[in-house]
């Protein structure tokens, strides 16, 4: 079992225990309330939980799976290549989840996006009055990452005088702001990243060699999307259940669609991906997208639809719902399926919302004391259709 995987059963067993311990017979109205809000709330945090994920089954993203669980439990500095839009920031989120540290602060910082007479000061912090414009003191991101996690992305754009420095700090575990002879302690695990070849930077005297012995203590590879096409259903998958939970429609792909994809080189990685399903929820919000619908260069080579591993999703039909066939708030003799009775008993209570709504959701949502955004969504899970919205 992964830890992901221990992690998931867990949580799943507290949200089990706690709510079966709330909940006696006769069910009352408000312990009842209470539960389902719980299961809805674990529901979210497992959805955001394996969002945050690799998500994929081939070899390369399982590989990284496995090296995340390697080097989670330790301090140990982490370096993550890999080429722009892999998804480096989502590992080493990923890492400090995993970790004792992930209670604490994970502070992101692109260091090639902060010019480098700035990047002293977001990293180390100020004085007062240390340079023009510095009118207050101003903690850096070593303090504010105090016990978590330092994210440093695109390492490979740091100017050289910043590596000296933050090698320092990586040896000695002190800095001292901008404008101050004051030593801090910091216990910040370092993670960074870059999509450079920093071995060839060397080489060329671009980058300090002490330094990325210092980061490169523990490796992890991010493979390009061209790489592991098999993945590419469960990202889009997870792309379109994401877009849902933004109260927003996304699509279908054909099998000749998606074939097309597969045999498509991404060169923007995932992140490429994840733009072409936004843009394709505006263009056919809802709707099913064919190799003829899909923009520009992605349809032009259309693959071959009849290898892929992979069932093309049909409509969603409305579910019909079966009653409980027991009095709700009497527990049967031979005992009963908890969650599939809750189940039943929101979905027969939603429908008598919308009944007397006239199926107009908002009126509905009102009535069961729940934001629309939430009705919503549970009107798509278990495949309700309301007469109008």
């Given at each position: 079992?992964?830890?992901?995987?221990?992690?998931?059963?867990?949580?799943?067993?507290?949200?089990?225990?706690?709510?079966?311990?709330?909940?006696?017979?006769?069910?009352?109205?408000?312990?009842?309330?209470?539960?389902?809000?719980?299961?809805?709330?674990?529901?979210?945090?497992?959805?955001?939980?394996?969002?945050?994920?690799?998500?994929?089954?081939?070899?390369?993203?399982?590989?990284?799976?496995?090296?995340?669980?390697?080097?989670?439990?330790?301090?140990?500095?982490?370096?993550?290549?890999?080429?722009?839009?892999?998804?480096?920031?989502?590992?080493?989120?990923?890492?400090?989840?995993?970790?004792?540290?992930?209670?604490?602060?994970?502070?992101?910082?692109?260091?090639?996006?902060?010019?480098?007479?700035?990047?002293?000061?977001?990293?180390?912090?100020?004085?007062?009055?240390?340079?023009?414009?510095?009118?207050?003191?101003?903690?850096?991101?070593?303090?504010?990452?105090?016990?978590?996690?330092?994210?440093?992305?695109?390492?490979?754009?740091?100017?050289?005088?910043?590596?000296?420095?933050?090698?320092?700090?990586?040896?000695?575990?002190?800095?001292?702001?901008?404008?101050?002879?004051?030593?801090?302690?910091?216990?910040?695990?370092?993670?960074?990243?870059?999509?450079?070849?920093?071995?060839?930077?060397?080489?060329?005297?671009?980058?300090?060699?002490?330094?990325?012995?210092?980061?490169?203590?523990?490796?992890?590879?991010?493979?390009?999307?061209?790489?592991?096409?098999?993945?590419?259903?469960?990202?889009?998958?997870?792309?379109?259940?994401?877009?849902?939970?933004?109260?927003?429609?996304?699509?279908?792909?054909?099998r000749r669609a998606m074939a097309a994809l597969c045999a498509y080189e991404w060169p923007g990685n995932v992140r490429e991906l994840a733009n072409l399903m936004e843009r394709l929820a505006i263009i056919k919000p809802g709707g099913v997208v064919d190799l003829e619908d899909l923009p520009?260069?992605?349809?032009?080579?259309?693959?071959?639809?009849?290898?892929?591993?992979?069932?093309?999703?049909?409509?969603?039909?409305?579910?019909?719902?079966?009653?409980?066939?027991?009095?709700?708030?009497?527990?049967?003799?031979?005992?009963?399926?908890?969650?599939?009775?809750?189940?039943?008993?929101?979905?027969?209570?939603?429908?008598?919302?919308?009944?007397?709504?006239?199926?107009?959701?908002?009126?509905?949502?009102?009535?069961?004391?729940?934001?629309?955004?939430?009705?919503?969504?549970?009107?798509?899970?278990?495949?309700?259709?309301?007469?109008?919205?």
């Open positions: 079992m992964t830890l992901a995987d221990e992690n998931g059963r867990v949580l799943a067993e507290e949200l089990s225990e706690g709510a079966c311990a709330q909940l006696s017979f006769p069910v009352k109205h408000a312990d009842l309330t209470e539960v389902l809000r719980q299961i809805d709330e674990f529901r979210d945090r497992l959805t955001r939980r394996r969002a945050r994920r690799p998500a994929g089954q081939s070899e390369p993203i399982r590989q990284v799976r496995g090296l995340i669980e390697q080097v989670a439990p330790f301090d140990t500095n982490v370096l993550i290549l890999g080429e722009s839009g892999t998804g480096k920031e989502v590992v080493a989120r990923e890492v400090h989840n995993a970790s004792s540290r992930a209670e604490q602060p994970f502070v992101p910082v692109n260091c090639g996006a902060i010019p480098g007479e700035l990047l002293e000061s977001e990293l180390f912090g100020h004085e007062k009055g240390a340079f023009t414009g510095a009118i207050t003191a101003r903690k850096g991101r070593f303090e504010i990452a105090e016990g978590g996690t330092l994210f440093l992305d695109e390492i490979g754009d740091m100017p050289q005088p910043m590596q000296v420095k933050l090698l320092r700090v990586l040896q000695e575990r002190t800095f001292e702001r901008v404008g101050s002879n004051r030593p801090l302690e910091c216990n910040v695990r370092i993670i960074a990243a870059t999509h450079r070849n920093l071995e060839s930077m060397i080489a060329e005297g671009d980058f300090r060699e002490d330094l990325f012995y210092r980061l490169n203590v523990f490796p992890i590879e991010m493979p390009a999307l061209r790489d592991r096409h098999e993945d590419l259903p469960e990202l889009v998958r997870l792309m379109n259940a994401g877009m849902r939970e933004q109260d927003r429609p996304g699509v279908r792909l054909t520009g260069r992605y349809g032009d080579n259309p693959g071959d639809p009849d290898s892929l591993q992979w069932e093309e999703p049909q409509a969603e039909a409305p579910a019909s719902v079966s009653l409980p066939t027991v009095d709700p708030m009497v527990l049967p003799e031979q005992g009963l399926d908890l969650r599939e009775h809750m189940a039943d008993m929101e979905q027969s209570l939603i429908r008598q919302a919308l009944e007397r709504t006239d199926g107009v959701v908002a009126q509905a949502a009102r009535l069961l004391q729940m934001r629309r955004t939430t009705l919503v969504e549970k009107l798509r899970k278990y495949g309700l259709q309301p007469e109008s919205s």
